[in-house]
């Protein structure tokens, strides 16, 4: 059973260093690039199902720029079994539809059972392109996967999606199918050093995009449907709560961030007392219950 | 008279008795010999790695045997128990040599030359020598036995072999003695009174009135009994714990001049490979003899900050589970058996993970062992098992492990924010263009936490006050990797340590001074194992030269008690505890109380071994029993000069309810004093 995992090596942006809107705000120096954590999780996901079917082939699937590799490399030491590498020296101008058109293309001919890809790239929030590679590829298509099973027969697909305020819809789905994962899902591994070192020595395939067949005559981002016009930062929220005065102690000021503030709490949150233990299992319990953890 | 003065060596018994005695002893030297052969082959074939015992440092190895084997120097770091094995060593091994004076007398120097030189004055000392040995030896078993069945302190065992052992010792002196008595009290000999022991048994049987061919008697039957209860004992040696009569001086001679501040780095790094240590098979032959070294003496425990603290590890219990394991595997092993000891397998762990996971990496199992014998090296090895093969860990490592590789620093911050701390203070930066004599290693913590970062401040503050030429690497710097190596990932560790050195080695400083005394442990000491030899020095010491060479001037008073607290990779580590000390002292009015371990016996805050990013293992909090071991010298200032113990005392003095106690970094107190 052939498994596809679409991943993406993102811009990481943590810090405001920076004044271009189209650099995310961050300082060209400061930029670090990490593997799209939802992507990760994806990958997880898929893992676990190979553990439960030994005969997964897992092929991880990346579009970009030299850095894509290191985030495909990541990807076989954690386990996958291939990685494939869609060279784009101008990576970053396609739009979502674009880059779907290409990540479809690259896998139209294979015998595929399932695809999974994060639910959204944390760069550019967009979560358009896991939907539209489905419609491509004309398959189903369900986002926000918080819990998945295979049936025996390898026919159906049961999955949880995370709908808002924490509430779960089950879903069936026949496949090919594709699944774009929600955090919560899994804790992805930390890959094994022999599996880092093995990876190391893997051999990433390498394709072009020329090479897809695309229907189109030409190809770039002057083909794209839609444009970026400009970016803003958000407005600041005003912060309710959260007291982090180093004056009191850790548990003290867990305690207080969980209560909403030292003064009082705020309508419907609930003040957690007790010791550090119950504090945290008390935060646990919340997290499960929400669906932020597996149960 | 004088020639008088010696005694027939086989009185009483017969001289033709002689090839018997010889027979026993051969046959008493072959079971030691056999015993020994066959811990040879558990020591050697149950490692799959080689071993090889390293000659060099012979200097450093035979002065450690002579001073912590003969004179017994770790072990006299206690008194009671430290006298009494020192007793019974020393007690022995003049009696040892005693013998062996009679042997050389008999065998040689008589039977050739014609020459016995036990005889006159000389006879007279040694017998009074040998009687005090006795003496002595006797002394420190009546104390053994008192400590074991009387005081019973928490950290023995308690196993019928070492009473056994006890006693037998204990037969085997009071015989001697009392043959010795017989013979004086049918012989008569005046002079005799120097052989104290034996004069003292003559004394008693002349009280009992004892009769000629009775005594006589006696003494031809004890005679034999001494013997062979002696020769006995010589046989029994390999086979029981007094197996390291043989072993523990082998151990000392063996890791004398391991240093306890660097782990071993792992050298290759091939994909095929087995990293760590996940059966016994995988330690090495020196670290199974460390196993058999090991006397269960329970000081490591007794001084363990883990086991103090009532977590769910003991070193004294790691090394003897790892032992228990270790004779498994290997009497499976001699049966031809391919199959390894019940906990033994490829899949389960040789330890529990909670155990493997409450060690701080203090160092001081391995301080206070009188054996050299290094608890957290084998912890070590089966941390990096857990880390390196089976990925198995809390999830905050994890997260731990993701921050360093993606941001380069240990709070998972970002480059970005690398100069933060420095704001308002103009530091310079050194670069590929940009030197400068000293380069401030500010570290993770002193970068990124929001306590820590004051201390880097007031630290850079104190080196412009004092006119130094200094910079820092600013975005450049990176985590120096002590957590992830001492977390067990020491492939990060390099990846990080060679990122670093590559660094370090392009630009143009003349020294390093670091903030925490983990970088500068990992900076000085472990970077030369990949080549790279920085003059690296603790601020600490930077601080005092700048004192003592009038660039920083004390001017204030200062009336405070204040505590030190040694950290541990500053002090026993790298035996950088006076310098804080003479700093503290530079200030007049300051009142310096001791804690109670102190310096190299310094007590871990709780953060080391990668425990600042780790849950709290049930039990005590590490930090509160330091905090509260502090307090007993009612200080009204902790200070410290780690930023890990530091916060650690912050908030154990927090939690503790401690009012008016403040936590500072030595550097602070002399800004304060300036
Ligand atoms: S290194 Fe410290 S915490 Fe670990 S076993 Fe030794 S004494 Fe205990
Ligand atoms: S490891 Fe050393 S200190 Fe610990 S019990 Fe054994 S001999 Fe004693």
Same mark, same amino acid.
């Given at each position: 059973m052939k498994v596809i995992v679409f991943v993406k090596q993102i811009k990481y942006v943590y810090a405001q260093t920076g004044i271009d809107p189209k650099q995310n705000f961050i300082g060209p120096d400061d930029i670090v690039h990490i593997m799209n954590p939802l992507d990760e999780l994806a990958l997880e996901e898929t893992l676990r199902v190979k553990e439960k079917h030994r005969d997964t082939e897992i092929v991880v699937i990346s579009l970009g720029d030299g850095f894509a590799e290191d985030g495909l490399r990541k990807c076989l030491s954690m386990g996958a079994d291939r990685a494939i590498h869609i060279y784009d020296a101008d990576y970053g101008k396609l739009d979502a539809w674009m880059t779907a058109m290409v990540l479809a293309y690259s896998i139209r001919n294979q015998e595929f059972k399932l695809i999974f890809c994060g639910r959204r790239a944390i760069d550019d929030n967009g979560g358009l392109v896991g939907p539209y590679i489905a419609e491509i590829l004309r398959i189903p298509h369900v986002s926000r996967v918080v819990k998945l099973e295979i049936d025996g027969g390898r026919s159906k697909v049961l999955v949880h999606r995370a709908v808002e305020r924490g509430n779960r819809e089950v879903m069936e789905c026949t496949v090919p199918a594709l699944f774009t994962i929600e955090k919560g899902i899994n804790i992805p591994r930390y890959p094994t050093l022999p599996g880092i070192l093995r990876a190391q020595k893997q051999v990433i395939q390498r394709m072009e995009i020329r090479d897809l067949e695309l229907p189109l005559k030409s190809f770039g981002p002057a083909l794209n449907l839609t444009e970026t016009i400009s970016l803003s930062n958000p407005k600041p929220k005003k912060r309710s709560g959260g007291l982090a005065d180093a004056t009191v102690s850790a548990s003290d000021r867990l305690r207080l961030m969980m209560g909403g503030g030292d003064t009082e709490t705020k309508g419907d949150s609930t003040l957690v007392e007790g010791s550090t233990d119950n504090v945290l299992s008390e935060i646990e319990r919340v997290f499960r219950e929400s669906g932020i953890l597996p149960e | 008279m004088e020639h008088m003065w010696t005694r027939e060596i086989f009185w009483n018994v017969g001289a033709d008795k002689k090839i018997v005695v010889y027979c026993l002893a051969v046959i008493a030297l072959g079971f030691f010999s056999y015993g020994i052969y066959r811990r040879y082959f558990l020591w050697r074939k149950v490692s799959r790695n080689k071993g090889r015992i390293s000659f060099d440092a012979l200097g450093k190895r035979v002065r450690s045997l002579?001073?912590?084997?003969?004179?017994?120097?770790?072990?006299?770091?206690?008194?009671?128990?430290?006298?009494?094995?020192?007793?019974?060593?020393?007690?022995?091994?003049? @009696?040892?040599?005693?013998?062996?004076?009679?042997?050389?007398?008999?065998?040689?120097?008589?039977?050739?030359?014609? *020459?016995?030189?036990? &005889?006159?004055?000389?006879?007279?000392?040694?017998?009074?020598?040998?009687? #005090?040995?006795?003496?002595?030896?006797?002394?420190?078993?009546?104390?053994?036995?008192?400590?074991?069945?009387?005081?019973?302190? /928490?950290?023995?065992?308690?196993?019928?072999?070492?009473?056994?052992?006890?006693?037998?010792?204990?037969?085997?002196?009071?015989?001697?003695?009392?043959?010795?008595?017989?013979?004086?009290?049918?012989?008569?000999?005046?002079?005799?009174?120097?052989?104290?022991?034996?004069?003292?048994v003559s004394e008693i049987l002349s009280r009992l009135n004892a009769q000629d061919f009775s005594v006589l008697y006696l003494h031809k039957v004890l005679w034999w009994a001494h013997l062979i209860i002696s020769f006995g004992f010589l046989a029994y040696i390999p086979f029981s714990r007094l197996i390291h009569l043989v072993t523990s001086p082998a151990n000392i001679f063996i890791n004398a001049p391991t240093s306890q501040a660097v782990l071993s780095p792992i050298v290759n790094f091939d994909a095929s490979g087995s990293f760590g240590v996940s059966t016994v098979k995988d330690f090495t032959p020196r670290q199974i003899f460390d196993f058999d070294a090991c006397t269960q003496c329970g000081r490591c425990q007794d001084n363990c900050p883990a086991y103090i603290s009532e977590k769910p590890l003991s070193p004294k219990k790691v090394i003897e589970e790892l032992k228990a394991r270790w004779l498994e595997t290997?009497?499976?092993? +001699?049966?031809?058996?391919?199959?390894?000891?019940?906990?033994?397998?490829?899949? /389960?762990?040789?330890?529990?993970?909670?155990?493997?996971?409450?060690?701080? @990496?203090?160092?001081?199992?391995?301080?206070?062992?009188?054996?050299? #014998?290094?608890?957290?090296?084998?912890?070590?090895? @089966?941390? $990096?098992?857990?880390?390196?093969?089976?990925?198995?860990?809390?999830?905050? #490592?994890a997260t731990f492990?993701?921050?360093?590789?993606?941001?380069?620093?240990?709070?998972?911050?970002?480059? =970005?924010?690398?100069? /933060?701390?420095?704001i308002g203070i103009d530091v310079k930066k050194i670069s590929d263009g940009n030197q400068a004599d000293i380069l401030y290693w500010v570290g993770c913590q002193g970068t990124f936490h929001d306590r820590n970062n004051l201390i880097a401040g007031t630290l850079a503050q104190l080196f412009k006050a004092a006119g130094a030429d200094f910079g820092i690497l600013g975005?450049?710097?990176?985590?120096?990797?002590?957590?992830?190596? $001492? #977390?067990?990932?020491?492939? @990060?560790?390099? &990846?990080?340590?060679?990122?670093?050195?590559?660094?370090?080695? $392009?630009?143009?400083?003349? +020294?390093? *001074?670091?903030?925490?005394?983990?970088?500068?442990?990992?900076? &000085?000491?472990?970077?030369?194992?990949?080549?790279?030899?920085?003059?690296?020095?603790?601020?600490?010491?930077?601080? $005092?030269?700048?004192?003592?060479?009038?660039?920083?001037?004390?001017?204030?008073?200062?009336?405070?008690?204040?505590?030190?607290? /040694?950290?541990?990779?500053? =002090?026993?580590?790298?035996?950088?505890?006076?310098?804080?000390?003479?700093?503290?002292k530079s200030i007049p009015g300051m009142r310096l109380v001791e804690p109670e371990r102190a310096k190299r016996k310094t007590f871990c805050c709780g953060a080391g071994g990668g425990h600042m990013w780790m849950r709290e293992i049930p039990g005590k909090k590490m930090n509160e029993v330091r905090v509260k071991e502090i307090m007993n010298g009612q200080p009204e200032i902790i200070t410290t000069s780690c930023p890990y113990c530091l916060i650690m005392f912050e908030d154990g003095v927090k939690s503790l309810g401690l009012e008016g106690i403040k936590c500072l970094d030595v550097c602070e107190i002399i800004r304060d004093a300036l």
């Open positions: - | 002579i001073i912590d084997g003969l004179f017994q120097r770790r072990l006299l770091r206690e008194y009671y128990p430290g006298l009494m094995h020192a007793f019974i060593l020393w007690g022995f091994f003049v @009696l040892f040599l005693g013998t062996l004076t009679i042997a050389l007398q008999e065998d040689i120097t008589s039977p050739l030359m014609g *020459v016995s030189f036990l &005889k006159g004055y000389f006879y007279l000392l040694y017998k009074l020598t040998l009687n #005090i040995a006795g003496l002595l030896a006797m002394a420190g078993i009546l104390m053994a036995l008192v400590r074991r069945y009387i005081i019973r302190p /928490d950290r023995l065992s308690r196993s019928a072999e070492q009473g056994v052992i006890l006693i037998w010792i204990l037969i085997i002196l009071v015989t001697g003695f009392m043959l010795e008595g017989l013979r004086i009290y049918s012989l008569k000999n005046s002079w005799e009174v120097w052989s104290i022991g034996g004069w003292i290997g009497e499976l092993m +001699k049966e031809g058996n391919g199959v390894e000891g019940k906990r033994g397998g490829e899949n /389960d762990g040789l330890l529990d993970e909670d155990v493997i996971w409450s060690c701080t @990496l203090c160092m001081a199992c391995a301080e206070s062992c009188p054996v050299y #014998i290094s608890s957290f090296e084998k912890i070590m090895e @089966l941390r $990096r098992s857990l880390v390196l093969m089976k990925s198995t860990f809390f999830p905050e #490592i492990f993701r921050d360093v590789e993606t941001f380069g620093d240990t709070f998972g911050r970002g480059r =970005a924010f690398r100069e /933060d701390w420095a975005k450049e710097e990176y985590c120096c990797g002590d957590p992830m190596r $001492r #977390i067990g990932n020491e492939y @990060l560790f390099q &990846k990080t340590a060679q990122r670093n050195i590559e660094l370090l080695g $392009r630009l143009n400083f003349n +020294k390093i *001074v670091t903030y925490c005394p983990h970088c500068f442990n990992t900076l &000085k000491n472990e970077y030369p194992q990949f080549g790279a030899h920085f003059d690296v020095i603790h601020y600490t010491e930077f601080l $005092r030269d700048l004192i003592r060479a009038g660039n920083l001037k004390i001017t204030k008073n200062m009336e405070k008690r204040v505590a030190y607290h /040694d950290p541990c990779y500053l =002090a026993r580590a790298n035996d950088i505890y006076n310098v804080p000390r003479e700093i503290l």
